[in-house]
Every structure is written in C-alpha cells, then in structure tokens.
C-alpha cells in the first residue's frame, strides 16, 4: 500500500546573513532532512543586495528584491524571517506572511519580543503557525522546552545568560585582567561583537529575549517595555576582581520572576558564586535555569548564537511546520493571554554587593555601616582591601535580603558622607 505523496515544502528565506547563510548551507549538507516524509526546497530568496559575495551560490534561487514579495509569492508555502530588527521590512514580511495564512519561522527576538502578541493573535486568526525557537539562546532549545517540554507545571522563575556577546567580554575582563573597552574593542575586531554594541552591552538583546521566556513561561504577552534593563557597559575590573575576592563571579544574568504580585522582568549584571554554573558558563555560552513548580529546576547549556546552532533551531521549527504540530505562540491562544503586570523594580527583594571608595581615615568604616543599620540594611560579608591606582580604598560589603527602595536609600545617604569619594556601586547577587 503507498500513502499519499510526501508533499514538497517550497520556502521562503528573507535574510542571507549569518543564519540565513548557515539555513541555506544546512539545507544543502541536509538532503536527508524529511520530517514527516516531506521535503525542502528553496521557492525563492531575498536579502538587500542580490550582488553581494556570500558563501553559497545563490544564482539559480528565484531571487525576491522585496521580503514582502517574498512572504507572498504563490511559490512559497512557509516564509523565514532571517532579516533581524522589530519594525522596518522584518515586521512587514512577517505580518504578510501571516496574514496570507502561511507559517513562518523567525530567529528575530527584537521583533517576538516588541510586537509577539499581536502577531500571535494575526497567526492565530489565520491558523499559521508562528515559530520562533532560534530567537532565544540560538542552538540551545530553550523555547521549546517552555512551550511545550514543560507546559505541563507551573514554572515559578527562569534566569540565566542570554547574552553571548556579554558573557564573552566579562570572561575575557576577569581572565586577562583589561577593562570593558579593551576588550570590547578586540570582540568587534574580532567579529563578536557588532560596530554598533548598544543591543548586546546595554543589556537590550537580553532583556528581548528574557521577555520572550517570560511570555512563554507565565502565559502573558511579552511586555518588553516593562524589563527593567542594565547593562554591562558600567562593570569596572575593581568590582571583577573584588567580588571574586569575595567568592563571586560577575556575570549579566537576565531573569523573570512570577510572584502574586505580577512579573518581575530584569537584566543586570549580577554576582553568582563561583561554584554555580551561572558562573561557570565561559566564553560565549549561554545557560538557563527553569524552575517548575513539580519539575524542580531544569539547567540548560550550549551555544546562544552562530550560523550552524542557529540554523539548526531554524531547521527544528520547519520541522514543527512540515510534522503539522499545532500549538499557541506563546503558552495559551493569543485572545486568553494574562495581561503581565509588572512588578515595580523598588519593591524587589535580594542580596546585594555594595562597593563605596573612601578617604583612608579613621571612623569611615564605622559611618557607613551605622548608615546601613539605621536605614534597616543588614550586613552579611564586609572586606576592606587596599587596591594601588584606586584613587582611596575600597569598602566592598553583601548584604542579606533587603527591598530595593530601602537599599537605595541607603547608598544615597552613605554618598553623602564627607569621606566618600566617588559614586558608590551596586551591584545585584543573583537569585539563583
Ligand atoms: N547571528 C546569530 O548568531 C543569531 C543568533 C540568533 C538569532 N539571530 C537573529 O537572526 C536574525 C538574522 O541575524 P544575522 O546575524 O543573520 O544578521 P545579518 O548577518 O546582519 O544578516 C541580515 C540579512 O538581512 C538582509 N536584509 C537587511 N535588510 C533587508 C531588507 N530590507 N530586505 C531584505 N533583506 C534584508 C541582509 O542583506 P545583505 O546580506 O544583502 O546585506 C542580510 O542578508 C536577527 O533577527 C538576529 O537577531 C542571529
């Protein structure tokens, strides 16, 4: 007996760049790939300049000026967005596509983050499916293990380094002992970080994705106007080099807390100790905690960026496509999702370290922990150490579990005193 013929899937790649050069190099190293007995081929290709080199040979690709003639044509059944930005012709193409009913994959974190409830809903509406698994920490298959490896619980938080780009430059400050723009000058020379890093160093690209998880973790829309964002661009050698001291590693930890109060979405660089995995996740990993109420935790660990992980992801998702499995965008139909109520950042409650450089004379010590008494911050660890070129000393403490606005306060009044001499610092010891 033969079934029906295993149909050919013709798609759509708009976006030749790093991850649509890695799809198409993955594709043709792939003939095998068949999920559900079907096939791929390639209807038509877009990207800004058909005559720029490129590392595969594009000549015999119907070839679309246009990403929205693209996500259109009747000679594609499913469109990939690999263009990258929020707005402009990513959002334009995907919302084509859409609207057109057919499914579209997309590694654009930027645009899921900003625009994913509205998409969610048009996909929904059209019964296309709407896959983004290459959006958040590339290779390492992190939206599918919210959306559906662990829907089953209720997953309390997730937490983790999103940020290859950043993860790279604090590994390389701490290991070779330069500062931020050093080393952030060598990653662009090197081509691991853009011309233009604000998405990466100012914490943005993280908080995009944080706010993905978020979504698909809680069953809210992304609110990623609510993320409270900090990024690594202010992180001085001293404080690398002191909180090891004291036995962390500073790493930018981006994470989405559920509590009765709504949803508590936040990327600042944080200290893990040395021992966790957060802080042993080198170089350019990535790495995810997901805790579930029944599960426990999950901890995730791989590659969060690159043409061959991400295209892989890329691959996964054509794959749900051509299997037919249906499923919400996020965790629940777009018309039921919660509304995210954000959680004000000041009434947030952790441990923080604190750094303070004062003038080395007597009784400085003594002011600024009667400061923090009386402000109700209570100390857990205290190092005074002192460190050549630092312009005075160091006074480095953690503290217990304290209300952000309480802290604030604190640091405010302890910047008053006569014997402080530079800005304090403070910077959050991750919930982990
Ligand atoms: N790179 C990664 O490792 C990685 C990992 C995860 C997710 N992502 C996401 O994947 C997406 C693509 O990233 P990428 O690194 O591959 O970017 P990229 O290397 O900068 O490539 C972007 C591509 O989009 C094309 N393009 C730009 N404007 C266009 C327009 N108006 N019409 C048609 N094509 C246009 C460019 O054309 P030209 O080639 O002609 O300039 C280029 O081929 C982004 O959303 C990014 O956030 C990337």
Redesign the pocket.
Known sequence: MTGPAAKTWRVGI?????????LLNLLSDRPEFAPAGGRVAIGGV?????S?P?PFDISNLPWF???VALATSSEVDLFV?????SD???KA?VEAALAAGKPVV??????IAEHGAELAALAEQRGAPLLFE??VM?GTPAVKMLREAMVGDEIKSVAGILNGTCNYILTEMEATGRPFAEVLAEAQRLGYAEADPTMDVGGF?AAHKISILAALAFGCAPNFAAAEIEGIDQVELLDIRLARDLGYRIKLVASADRSPDGVLVRVHPSLAPLSHPLAQAGGALNALFIEGARIGRIFLQGP????G??AA?VAADIADVMTGAVRPVFQAPAATLAAFTPVEPSKSVGRAYLRFLVRDEPGVIAAVSETLAEAGVSIESFLQKPVEDAGGVPIVLTTHAVAESVLKAAIERIAGLPAVIDRPRLLRIARI
């Open positions: 708009a976006g030749l760049g790093t991850v649509g050069a890695g877009s990207a800004r300049s058909r720029r490129r000026d246009d990403p967005e690999l263009i990258g930005g402009g012709p990513a193409a997309t590694a654009n974190k930027a645009l290459a959006a590339g690209d969060g960026a690159g043409a992980p991400t992801a």
